[in-house]
């Protein structure tokens, strides 16, 4: 089982680019999130879903979009970068109330 | 507002030297404390579920508690190889909530020969 996959490991976009994180599970979980983690913050959470066909904002939405067309993979958008979203990415899923999650390995991106 | 705070920020224990790390939490109903460890470029990797006051769990040199207000996790004897960040997050109880975790900053430990 590879778990959590999250592809690209690391990218380097100039400011007003665009680019798209992959997160893919093959747990057969409902539940999957993308957070960001930056230095004395903690893990962030951005959007999430809770199946299928359904998206929600978390805490720090702006300049974010996601999909989950499929329940396996959970897409996170940046429709124009810019330097304040410089961060490491974690996508992670789980299977519903009280389980632990499953993170992938993250991306780190750098907005210049 | 559910809240984690993480206490010390760091900490640097010799090889054997046992020690604690805190999480002090505020939530309207726990459904669930969570620790997690972090290595350097890696992702969170799941250590313990704690769901109730008073509950213990234990994985090697590690035993984390709970109590109403706070988690701890002890580590006994430690080695170099249990150096990393301890995550600590809370799952609140509410329908609705979409099993989210709310995370601490995380203790950065370092265990040296």
């Known amino acids: 089982n590879a778990g959590v996959t999250q592809t690209p490991k690391f990218r380097v976009l100039k400011t007003g680019q665009s680019m798209t994180l992959l997160c893919a599970q093959d747990m057969n979980h409902e539940y999957m999130y993308w957070y960001r983690q930056d230095p004395g913050m903690g893990l962030r959470l951005i959007h999430y879903s809770v199946g299928e066909g359904t998206t929600a904002k978390g805490e720090v939405p702006d300049g974010y979009n996601v999909s989950r067309l499929k329940k396996q993979n959970f897409l996170l958008g940046l429709e124009s970068a810019a330097p304040s979203q410089t961060s490491v990415y974690f996508c992670?899923?789980?299977?519903?109330?009280?389980?632990?999650?499953?993170f992938g390995s993250g991306t780190r991106l750098t907005v210049v | 507002e559910d809240q984690v705070t993480q206490s010390p920020e760091a900490l640097r224990l010799q090889e054997g030297e046992s020690s604690s790390l805190n999480c002090s939490y505020t939530?309207?109903?726990?459904?669930?404390l969570f620790w997690y460890r972090q290595d350097p470029g890696k992702g969170p990797e799941f250590l313990f579920t704690?769901?109730?006051a008073g509950e213990e769990k234990e994985k090697e040199r590690l035993k984390a508690t709970l109590t109403k207000k706070e988690s701890f996790l002890h580590i006994t004897a430690p080695k170099p190889e249990d150096s990393a960040t301890y995550l600590c997050?809370?799952?609140?109880?509410?329908?609705?909530?979409?099993?989210?975790?709310?995370f601490g900053t995380g203790t950065r430990l370092q265990v040296t020969l």
């Open positions: 704690l769901y109730s």
């Open positions: 992670a899923s789980t299977r519903g109330q009280g389980y632990g999650y499953t």
């Open positions: 997050a809370v799952q609140a109880a509410q329908t609705g909530t979409a099993s989210k975790l709310t």
């Open positions: 939530v309207s109903g726990l459904r669930g």
